[in-house]
């Protein structure tokens, strides 16, 4: 989701079908790509840290939560472009509860 930071109105129209405009939207749309971004390179990082990982987990499986949420309670008429997004997110968010309950982790 760099791409999000990068060219926040394209990366808007790939994942939804459309877009915002305005100085407001690009900043939103940027920070939005920039969080879920350094997600991701937390969770490369948590990969090779196990001391770190459950809590890298539980706050990426919450963010893709509320993501998920928004979409399916106000934003229906979005998930055939995000659907897919949607999807995978669930996919992942039960991969990271798995681990989370199936793994011996050391407080």
Not at 84 to 100: E, G, M, Q, R
């Amino acid at each position: 989701m760099l791409y999000a930071a990068i060219a926040p109105e394209a990366a808007l129209i790939s994942t939804f079908g459309e877009s915002v405009s305005g100085p407001i939207a690009e900043i939103v749309v940027r920070n939005w790509g920039a969080l879920i971004t350094l997600i991701g390179g937390l969770l490369i990082y948590g990969a090779f840290n196990p001391l770190h990982r459950s809590l890298i987990l539980v706050f990426s499986g919450i963010s893709k939560i509320i993501f998920i949420g928004l979409v399916l309670t106000i934003g229906n008429e979005y998930l055939g472009k995000a659907g897919l997004v949607v999807a995978f997110d669930s996919v992942v968010v039960a991969i990271f509860l798995t681990y989370l309950l199936t793994t011996k982790h050391n407080a």
